[in-house]
């Protein structure tokens, strides 16, 4: 019989490190947050590319959660196009 092994989030349990885990978060939650705005805004992707400042297919990768081809510059900077700015907060852990 195998042992489960339990995590406090799923970013812990795809990545290999607990830094790689709160790099995939903070990407996550900016794509979230920019993806929202978008969807606020009723663009299709064509218009929303033009905005950020990005390709159409780029968009399509953001749009629908591709985490992996985002870095946090990359999307501050596209959080940026869009009026606004990035907030980082610390917590105890």
């Given at each position: 019989m195998t042992?489960?092994?339990a995590f406090s989030s799923v970013?812990?349990?795809?990545?290999?490190?607990?830094?790689?885990?709160?790099?995939?978060?903070?990407?996550?939650?900016l794509m979230r947050q920019i993806a929202a705005i978008i969807k606020?805004?009723?663009?299709?992707?064509?218009?929303?590319?033009?905005?950020?400042?990005?390709?159409?297919?780029?968009m399509n990768d953001l749009?629908?959660?591709r985490v992996s081809r985002f870095s946090l510059d990359a999307l501050v900077n596209i959080a940026t196009a869009l009026g606004r700015r990035a907030h980082v907060e610390l917590e105890v852990a």
């Open positions: 042992k489960t092994k970013w812990d349990a795809i990545a290999d490190t607990p830094e790689q885990a709160a790099n995939l978060q903070a990407r996550a939650e606020a805004k009723d663009w299709k992707q064509a218009d929303a590319a033009t905005h950020c400042g990005v390709t159409q297919p780029r749009l629908r959660g």
